[in-house]
T-cell receptor, first 112, second 113 residues
Framework: DTGVSQNPRHKITKRGQNVTFRCDPISEHNRLYWYRQTLGQGPEFLTYFQNEAQLEKSRLLSDRFSAERPKGSFSTLEIQRTEQGDSAMYLC??????????FGSGTRLTVV | QQPVQSPQAVILREGEDAVINCSSSKALYSVHWYRQKHGEAPVFLMILLKGGEQKGHDKISASFNEKKQQSSLYLTASQLSYSGTYFCGTEGVGSSNTGKLIFGQGTTLQVKP
């Protein structure tokens, strides 16, 4: 068990480009969460999966954001037509029901 | 609704105690506590469940007042390694045990020698 793995660690992209991040959760965990964190703030909920089903997506999230978790294993988060306001740390976490999260190291996105 | 943490920041000397508070306007099912060091991911410390069950870290304690929708994290005899930003994450009763957390804005703790 190597924990939650996120790739890439850093991504610099030009405004208007699409980006995709990957998260590999702890294999035994059935829940997977995506959060976004900006400097000096707590993590902000984006979406979560139970196994392969996406059960909730934040209303704050525009249609430019989409997430998948095929076969209940790894997950991807895609941002289309990136904007400067999308610059943030994107965190993935996994857990068992009723237990704490294990976070990955995050993907830091910079939109220039 | 984001929970409110207090204080926003605290500076301690090694060996001193600290209390960090987390308050919600919604009825809560659970409260989580995490510590995040600069440039790293948050690390799970403690979970407190409605009904009083507690799971987690054995060197840091916490309380959960369901009626007041408040939780407090107690750090006793602080060590240099306790430095970081502490976040509470709350799961509302209406979330139907989704595990979805809303995090507070954080409390920065600095422990000096």
């Amino acid at each position: 068990d190597t924990g939650v793995s996120q790739n890439p660690r850093h991504k610099i992209t030009k405004r208007g480009q699409n980006v995709t991040f990957r998260c590999d959760p702890i294999s035994e965990h059935n829940r997977l969460y995506w959060y976004r964190q900006t400097l000096g703030q707590g993590p902000e909920f984006l979406t979560y999966f139970q196994n392969e089903a996406q059960l909730e997506k934040s209303r704050l999230l525009s249609d430019r954001f989409s997430a998948e978790r095929p076969k209940g294993s790894f997950s991807t988060l895609e941002i289309q037509r990136t904007e400067q306001g999308d610059s943030a740390m994107y965190l993935c976490a996994s857990s068992f029901i009723g237990y704490g999260y294990t976070f990955g190291s995050g993907t830091r996105l910079t939109v220039v | 609704q984001q929970p409110v943490q207090s204080p926003q920041a605290v500076i301690l000397r090694e060996g001193e105690d600290a209390v960090i508070n987390c308050s919600s306007s919604k009825a809560l099912y659970s409260v989580h506590w995490y510590r995040q060091k600069h440039g790293e991911a948050p690390v799970f410390l403690m979970i407190l469940l409605k009904g009083g069950e507690q799971k987690g870290h054995d060197k840091i304690s916490a309380s959960f007042n369901e009626k007041k929708q408040q939780s407090s994290l107690y750090l006793t005899a602080s060590q240099l390694s306790y430095s970081g930003t502490y976040f509470c994450g709350t799961e509302g009763v209406g979330s139907s045990n989704t595990g979805k957390l809303i995090f507070g804005q954080g409390t920065t703790l600095q422990v000096k020698p």
